[in-house]
């Protein structure tokens, strides 16, 4: 109990310390931008730091790569359940990363915290890249095993089989996209920590290279230890783009932009997420377009703005859904991971609109970089609780929100309150299947979302709508930011 009451304690401060806020309009971006990044400690494996503030958790996956005789410990569980999953987990760490490196300087104190969320990442992805040579190893523990479980993190007993992609076995995407990341980040610790990010930049080639030199998707490497759960659906050209796009902005060099030209990767699409990364590398590499007037880069504005005119609603080439409440609506598994990915392309795109008073045409609708942030702002808000249900989708904030969340940890009551082991199955009957709120609140935590009806059952088994997940929250870190600070430009 004493650890529940800490958590209520730390929800009451943080709410009274934001009610000063308030009055900067609603929803309070500045609370939901800290709340966001605390999500992260909650979804942390391996060893946790003295400073961690969601105190219900405690240590678990400590051999974690010990079937592999190397340290595969720390980084993070992807969403409700216990495994570690590199392809999403570096998609979380390339989106947390641009998030720094667009809105650090209105992130204020929580400069800090995103870093932190980003380290938690990088220091698992540097071992899971360097510890044994040829090798990149690309997730820990057998997931088929972990969803027959319904266990805390801390009493995990199920096999932490370690998976790994090579040049016979290769994996194009999750090492596109591991370079992405590690490229990313080593850009956001440059001037904090620059003996580190050395280091990030070092290994983020050696990675690109592996995946250029050895195609191949790693759902055919590695079947049902990924697939159905982060299938690599789209192939791995997106990642390849995303890659040596992160690649060439750290390092400016020249042969990346060759080889990312070479690749013919221009598929139109009106979609975002870990597996689909073309719009976003089109946004990023679009940025020196805009920003450079470099007219090398002008074939990746259009497709930005191509990729703008699939989204916005009143665009004559829109084929985006949306639901009555005014939220974009792609498809029902998880939802809102689409919302806030495609949320951080269009205050980024709306952003290096606005510094070089840049507009463009969908058709005969002329589009301002305001078009693009109306949008935008009404997507985190729809989020934040302005919807049909005036219901908030993180999880502690707002005066209603999602209190039975799909996660086993939150579920579950904490080491602290019931320091007796629940086994593999012990907490389906008395937890999973119980109507009451979860015992355990995962501040920050954004859900999957509601339906296409604006519907939410609020029900923890309907994984599809009720569990969260790192790159939901990733993606909406910057955003947040950019409206907290006032979201000028």
Not at 100 to 105: A, V
Request: aromatic share 12%.
């Amino acid at each position: 109990m004493t650890m529940m009451r800490g958590a209520s304690l730390c929800l009451l401060f943080l709410s009274s310390f934001f009610a000063l806020d308030s009055v900067q309009g609603n929803p309070n971006y500045k609370e939901a931008l800290v709340k966001s990044l605390l999500f992260f400690q909650g979804q942390r494996s391996g060893r946790l730091p003295k400073s961690q503030q969601i105190t219900w958790r405690s240590n678990s996956g400590l051999s974690d790569g010990r079937l592999a005789n190397v340290d595969l410990t720390g980084g993070y569980y992807d969403a409700g359940d216990n495994v570690k999953f590199n392809f999403p987990m570096a998609y979380t760490t390339t989106m947390l990363s641009w998030g720094t490196l667009e809105y650090g300087k209105r992130m204020g104190t929580q400069l800090e915290s995103t870093r932190a969320a980003i380290r938690w990442a990088t220091d698992y992805l540097l071992k899971c890249a360097t510890a044994t040579p040829g090798k990149l190893y690309v997730g820990v523990g057998d997931p088929n095993a972990d969803h027959k479980c319904w266990e805390r993190p801390e009493d995990m007993d199920t096999a932490r089989t370690v998976y790994s992609v090579s040049s016979s076995n290769p994996g194009s995407d999750v090492a596109g996209e591991t370079a992405a990341a590690l490229a990313a980040a080593s850009m956001v610790f440059r001037k904090v920590d620059p003996k580190y990010s050395k280091l990030l930049l070092k290994t983020a080639k050696n990675v690109m290279a592996f995946a250029m030199q050895y195609r191949g998707t790693y759902s055919d490497s590695l079947g049902s230890a990924v697939c159905p759960f982060y299938c690599s659906y789209s192939g791995y050209k997106d990642e390849l783009l995303w890659g040596a796009s992160w690649l060439h902005r750290a390092t400016n060099d020249v042969s990346y932009l060759n080889f990312l030209k070479s690749l013919g990767a221009d598929d139109s699409t009106d979609i975002f997420s870990w597996d689909n990364k073309l719009a976003g590398a089109r946004v990023l590499l679009a940025r020196r377009a805009l920003l450079s007037n470099d007219k090398n880069f002008d074939s990746f504005k259009q497709e930005a703005e191509d990729f703008m005119c699939r989204i916005l609603p009143n665009s004559p080439s829109t084929s985006t859904q949306y639901t009555q409440g005014g939220l974009i609506y792609k498809l029902p598994g998880s939802n809102l991971q689409y919302v806030t990915s495609i949320t951080f392309l269009l205050t980024t795109y709306s952003k290096y609109m606005a510094a070089t008073k840049h507009t463009f045409n969908c058709g005969s609708l002329s589009v301002t970089s305001s078009s693009l942030k109306t949008l935008a702002k009404k997507q985190v808000d729809y989020i934040l609780g302005e919807n049909p249900l005036k219901l908030s989708y993180m999880v502690g904030y707002g005066p209603d929100y999602p209190k039975r969340i799909h996660h086993r940890g939150s579920s579950l009551p904490s080491l602290g309150s019931h320091p007796q082991a629940i086994s593999c199955d012990g907490g389906f009957q008395p937890f999973l299947y119980s109507a009451n709120p979860n015992p355990n609140i995962l501040t920050g935590a954004i859900v999957g979302g509601p339906n296409q009806n604006d519907g939410f059952p609020d029900d923890r088994n309907d994984y599809s709508h009720s569990e969260p997940a790192t790159y939901i929250n990733a993606a909406i870190v910057g955003p947040l930011a950019y409206f907290a600070a006032g979201s000028t430009a």
